[in-house]
């Protein structure tokens, strides 16, 4: 008799666990192997963004710790700068995992918000009523992207540069036709009241920074408020994204098939997973993040401008590609491309604390992008020897 009172199986050694344990039935397969902690960290795609997170601000601490980068309006400052870039990052991320690119993303900024402000200030509607119309653009922007790309199995590179010229061209287009102008002021005071704007543009968290000067963590201004009396809601936006992103990504089934989708379409396919569909789905999302990005933008500066997410594109790849995402895709993950947005951000207001020229500051974004792509590679040739 096996453990627990149960037979044991057929061809079972006198030393196999199930006969080895009284009152419990405890099965080994040897054909599994324990891996550690440390090669199951290797193997994370975030893992080097997180390591280049550390090293930025040490570098920023040591040059320029005293510029005021890391106080609390400092911290509020780059990391607002990271959520606006982190928001659209975690949907290319998605998309790129999936095996695409976005390139109209960019330009899907500006011709959201072009929506909501000729919309707002031209024809009366209510504030509410021109996001959702923007996001209704914005779905169906994705869904054309999505649907030309497997329609056709041409490169979505090429699909969405097509796009990209569009959306901008009918942004300045439409705009230079009703208005006359390029930029469309007067959005923020035909926003106040409305029920769904604060949700783009407004701050939370006051009272919790007014009980953080009160006991002294916070510094006060001369008039007695505290030096910030408020987080932007972007900051909360990129932070529940990444989240529910990364709940998609490691949870859902929809998760395994982006991943599948990345990996080898053909094969995904073969096994019934819906290859178009998550497709069409991804680029959907990536227009929607768009869309969130210009709305926030429009309502918390109170205007738009045809110019507005000029290589956003760019900026949201670098961010993912620093958080580990493959460029073939089925690999890579939303942490990661929180900590890419991070880095950014950090360092584009690191070098505005420390008196640098920001003329510099796209040469630097380059090297960084060089630097982890050489990094994430060494990674997971790292990651392949653990696995032997």
């Known amino acids: 008799m096996g453990a627990g009172g149960l037979p044991a199986p057929i061809g079972t050694a006198p030393d196999h666990p199930l006969n080895q344990h009284e009152g419990t039935i405890s099965v080994v397969d040897e054909r599994l192997r324990e891996i550690s902690p440390f090669s199951q960290a290797l193997r994370r795609p975030e893992l080097g963004a997180a390591a280049g997170t550390v090293l930025v601000v040490l570098f920023f601490l040591i040059f320029a710790g005293d510029s005021g980068l890391f106080s609390p309006r400092g911290v509020v400052n780059f990391l607002e700068v990271s959520a606006q870039l982190g928001i659209l990052a975690v949907a290319v991320a998605l998309l790129m995992i999936g095996g695409e690119f976005d390139l109209s993303l960019g330009s899907m900024v500006a011709f959201a918000g072009v929506i909501i402000a000729i919309l707002s200030t031209q024809y009366g509607w209510p504030i509410w009523l021109c996001i959702l119309t923007a996001f209704g653009a914005a779905i169906v922007v994705g869904f ?39 930029q469309i ?3 923020k005071e035909l926003a106040a009241g409305d029920w769904l704007a604060p949700i783009f543009g407004g701050q939370f968290g006051g009272d919790f920074l007014l009980w953080l000067a009160g006991i002294g963590l916070i510094p006060l201004r001369p008039d007695g408020l505290p030096e910030v009396q408020g987080i932007p809601v972007s900051i909360l ?5 990444s989240a529910l992103a990364t709940w998609v990504l490691l949870r859902t089934r929809f998760g395994n098939w982006i991943f599948a989708v990345g990996g080898d379409a053909n094969a995904a396919r073969n096994v019934g997973v819906p290859v178009a569909r998550v497709k069409i789905r991804l680029f959907i999302m990536t227009a929607c993040a768009a869309t969130l990005f210009a ?10 401008d045809t110019s507005r997410g000029l290589q956003k594109e760019f900026e949201a790849i670098i961010a993912v590609v620093i958080g580990g995402t493959l460029l073939t895709g089925g690999y890579g993950s939303a942490v990661g491309a929180m900590f890419g947005a991070l880095i950014f951000g950090l360092v584009q207001m690191g070098i505005f604390y420390t008196g640098i020229d920001t003329d510099w500051f796209k040469a630097f974004m380059g090297v960084m992008l060089l630097v982890a792509v050489l990094f994430n590679n060494y990674i997971r040739h790292k990651a392949s020897e653990a696995r032997r």
């Open 237 to 241: 936006w990129w932070l529940a994204l």
């Open 185 to 187: 002021p007067g959005i």
């Open 295 to 304: 709305a926030i933008q429009v309502l918390t500066v109170g205007s738009a």
């Open 144 to 182: 054309f992207n999505g649907w030309l790309v497997v329609r056709t199995a041409l490169p979505s590179f090429i699909v969405t540069l097509a796009t990209l010229f569009v959306l901008r061209g009918v942004a300045l287009g439409m705009t230079r036709l009703i208005t006359g102008r390029t």
